[in-house]
């Protein structure tokens, strides 16, 4: 009986055709839009425009001081946004549903848009090379290419596209909408929470929620290469399944007989005895017997096989001859 995994999810019923969400116009048309305020926020950053100045009122304003007893909760609430915790509580809810829908592609859709999250937006965030405004060094000043990593902020990005993509995925029109709003909470909620704690301008924020929200938008771009790499891991899987079906499964032990070998030297053996033996001069057959040359092939065969796999006794007693008695005379 098989065990693994996968045997247990072939058992399960099969579920309805899952829809694959395609490049419609609309979405289209908000990816296009997206790209274009995307683009504004990095501009308007980089000729220190009014977006700059309203990024130093609000850091100088000092949020996490004006409502103290709201900073302990955030100081949770942000975590949210952190890309390991929610990697995980996304992944296993995910796993789930691959279990249960018989398909990778929740999982492998998770794993392409992280991966386009890692490459998009640490690009840009080492191109450009921010401070934040713990470590700002002069007042108005963009604090561009300085060394910095928070332009656009990862906490807001991982949030749009960690919760985002359980509405992308959602199998039923009333669970993509309560999904995406609930995305679009949480991850509006951890943007501003970053800026409460002043770990993150608000320029900042706005950039990663354009980010994160490209990467939901540009996602069936990607659906090919998804059933592509689901069909190989498949591929692979059954490979592995005919492979484990058709190895021994009862190995013989190290250090075990061998019969094999055995068999082959009574062979040998009842080969060496059926061979015709010359006569001995003077010799005759005798009475009662049969003859050297008449002996039957299975009585030697069945000598051969017994004295091949019978184990040598020590004859038990002494060797020595026995003592003689003394000679008594009178």
Known sequence: MRTDIFARLDREPEPPKIEIPRMSRTRLALFGGTSAFYLAIVVAVLASTWLVALDWKLMLFRPYEQWPEQHAFLDYFVTLGQRGPTAVMVAAWLGWRSWRQHTLRPLLALGAALLLLNVTVGAVKIGLGR???????????????????????????????????????ATTPRARRYLSALSAVVSL????????????????????????????????????????????????????????????????????????????????????????????????????????????????????????ERTPVTPSGSRRPPRSRPMTGG
């Open 189 to 308: 909620g951890v943007g501003l929470t970053t800026v409460y704690l002043s770990t993150h301008w608000l320029s900042d924020v706005l950039l990663g929620w354009a980010a994160g929200l490209l990467i939901l938008l540009g996602l069936p771009w990607c659906e090919p290469l998804i059933a592509r790499a689901e069909a190989f891991i498949l591929g692979l899987r059954e490979q592995w399944r005919r492979r484990r079906a058709s190895a021994p499964s009862l190995p013989v032990a190290s250090g075990g007989p061998r019969p094999a070998v055995f068999a082959q030297r009574g062979t040998e053996a009842a080969q060496a005895d059926d061979a015709p033996r010359e006569p001995v001069a003077g010799v005759g057959p005798t009475p009662g017997r049969p003859a050297a040359g008449t002996r039957t092939a299975t009585h030697d065969r069945s000598r051969a096989h017994a004295r091949s």
């Open 131 to 169: 401070l934040g405004p713990h470590y700002a060094t002069q007042i108005g000043s963009a604090e561009l290419f300085a060394g910095g990593d928070i332009f656009p902020s990862g906490h807001t990005a991982n949030a749009v596209v960690t919760w985002g993509i359980l509405a992308y995925l």
